[in-house]
């Protein structure tokens, strides 16, 4: 009798516990179903109904969360279901979850490979720029068949050759402050895969404004840096930034190389953060911040400051609307362009003291007697360089000024006395080269010129063969 | 007071391209205390070599740098007056914006 008794409320106790997690998971589900209708309501549609994408929370008589998974589904994710802490809750969470992944570069690479096999209901990929060989070594998700087309394009159809079944959005512009709102507006994550401080800062305030958490993440070099912005009392970007560096300390990877790999790291751990925010599972990396030093092989994770009630975008008197949003000027905030493409041009010199990379061609072939400093450094020197350049790194030009005396001095032996040796300076892309110039004027080389334009120009113009990095 | 000052982000470009120093850091007393201020000024006299407007801005570092005190910001421990301990370790980290 006793035994039965007891059997009888081990079996309602399951029963109740059953009902308990059953109505748990009902309302996690009604409370993502009104977090939709209200972004429906604040932006005038969502993707998802407009176009008919699946959405298994239809189903909402069925009380059995994996009926809404399909057997290919079951099957794909079934390593992810096997996982306790993430299992069929968090892969449904991640069906119906949209993110947005600005930036289809080095970190954009692997995030969008594995937001895509993962089941992201919808990836949405904004990039403006095209593919390119010198890209390949590290944003791994294009091919060389894809070299000249766009990125979006190259990337969309990489995830679509993995996971058939999810949706792809392609945005193959850049983002500014007139579109940002309407694509952000979108999605329930945003990752920051961009390269330059502009779109930063424009990207965590538009998510600011939008309400939605932004995982960042940065590479440069053998260096990594990654955190959630503006999740879970979190700071955004402007309460850590409040102001933006000098254009000086914003160093990009055409310029100062980056180990491939490392964007790698930081995109796959990119990946890791929405996949966690999206599916509710673990703990999101707000308030802290991933450091990664690729040498030494060492990751830090330090506590960083918590939103700040001073801070223009997300405190406690900020003015940041959706008005005054797009009306922000971020390239004249930061001083530094949307683009890591673009470059200052440095205009230092009177056009008598440059001559064009075809003039320069010219004189090398009448045989004219002359000394061509090259003032890059000497890493970029050793990639590739032109015949019988003298390699003076601009940061060292001061100390070896004899080394000129003595090449011009050798250049003039042969000439009649009085005759000169023209002192001819080029760089990788001209500005240096311009500055070296003006610096020799001043130090007792008036007759300095340099070569407009440097060895891009050399290998646009005069010499197509010319290895150009 | 003997401290460990980390650079990192392409700060240590300014600090002969060495990103770990072990220092020891004279206090103005003996056995007195040292703050950040102190450290920053004592950095820029000893340790920093180039382009000074690359690490510091008025009193306090550029904008863009992360000053962290043994792994926490150091605003949230009293920044310019956070005092020291000995064999405390500060990471100064210039931002990145690459990828």
Redesign the interface.
């Given at each position: 009798m006793e035994g039965r008794e007891c059997d009888c409320r081990e079996g309602r106790r399951a029963g109740i516990l059953a009902e308990l997690k059953s109505l748990k998971q009902q309302k996690i589900e009604i409370e993502k179903r009104i977090n939709v209708i209200e972004t429906q309501l604040h932006d005038g549609g969502h993707f998802a109904e407009e176009e008919g994408v699946r959405d298994p929370h239809h189903s909402a008589s069925c009380n059995s969360a994996s009926a809404s998974l399909t057997p290919q589904d079951i099957y794909r994710y079934s390593r992810h279901l096997l996982l306790p802490s993430f299992g069929v809750q968090g892969q449904l969470n991640l069906l119906k979850s949209s993110i947005l992944v600005v930036?289809a570069?080095?970190?954009?690479s692997p995030a969008l490979l594995y937001l895509a096999a993962c089941g992201v209901g919808c990836i949405g990929i904004v990039d403006h720029d095209v593919v390119e060989l010198n890209n390949l070594h590290r944003q791994i998700i294009h091919n060389e068949a894809y070299i000249g087309q766009s990125k979006v394009k190259s990337a969309a159809e990489a995830c679509h050759g993995i996971n058939s079944t999810i949706r792809i959005v392609e945005y193959p512009e850049a983002l500014g402050s007139q579109n940002a709102l309407d694509i952000v507006s979108k999605y329930d994550v945003v990752i920051d895969?961009?390269?330059?401080?502009s779109t930063?800062y424009l990207i965590s305030d538009c998510c600011v404004v939008l309400g939605k958490p932004l995982v960042s993440?940065?590479?440069?070099?053998l260096?990594?840096?990654l955190t959630v912005y503006h999740h879970k009392g979190g700071p955004c970007y402007r309460c850590?930034?409040?102001?933006?560096?000098?254009q000086?300390?914003?160093?990009?990877?055409s310029d100062?190389g980056?180990l491939g790999v490392v964007?790698g790291v930081?995109g796959c751990l990119q990946a890791l953060e929405a996949i966690k925010i999206a599916s509710s599972v673990g703990e999101p990396l707000s308030g802290r911040?991933l450091?990664f030093?690729a040498l030494p092989a060492r990751i830090?994770?330090?506590?960083?400051?918590g939103r700040s009630l001073n801070c223009v975008a997300c405190g406690e008197n900020a003015t940041f609307t959706r008005d005054s949003f797009q009306s922000f000027d971020y390239e004249k905030f930061t001083q530094a362009p949307f683009s890591?493409k673009t470059r200052p041009k440095l205009s230092l010199l009177p056009e008598s003291a440059r001559i064009s990379s075809k003039e320069y061609n010219e004189c090398v072939e009448r045989g004219e007697p002359h000394v061509l400093v090259d003032v890059r450094p000497e890493h970029h020197f050793m990639i590739a360089s032109l015949p019988k350049s003298l390699n003076l790194p601009l940061s060292t030009l001061q100390s070896r000024l004899g080394e000129i005396e003595e090449a011009l001095k050798r250049e003039e032996s042969d000439l009649s006395p009085g005759s000169h040796a023209s002192l001819y300076v080029v760089c990788r892309r001209g500005n240096d080269s311009q500055r070296a110039v003006d610096y020799l004027h001043g130090v007792g080389f008036p007759l300095a010129q340099d070569i407009i334009g440097g060895l891009e120009s050399w290998a646009r113009d005069v010499y197509p063969n010319f290895p150009m990095y | 007071m003997r401290l460990t000052i980390e650079f990192?982000?392409?700060l240590e470009l300014l600090f002969q391209s060495v990103?770990i120093h072990q220092v020891d850091v004279p206090t103005k007393t003996k056995g007195g205390q040292l703050t950040m201020k102190d450290l920053l000024t004592w950095v820029s006299d000893n340790l920093l070599k180039e382009?000074p407007?690359?690490f510091i801005k008025g009193e306090t570092v550029?904008?863009?740098?992360?000053v962290?005190i043994n792994?926490?910001?150091w605003?949230?421990c009293g920044q310019l007056d956070a005092t020291l301990e000995e064999k405390d370790a500060i990471?100064f980290?210039?931002?990145?914006?690459?990828?």
């Open positions: 930036g570069g080095g970190l954009g895969a961009t390269d330059n401080v930063r993440g940065a590479a440069l070099g260096e990594g840096q850590l930034f409040p102001s933006p560096p000098p000086a300390a914003c160093q990009n990877c100062s980056v964007p930081i911040m450091l030093d830090h994770i330090v506590k960083i400051r890591d | 990192g982000g392409g990103k382009r407007e690359m550029r904008p863009g740098i992360l962290l792994d926490c910001d605003e949230l990471i980290i210039s931002t990145l914006h690459g990828g």
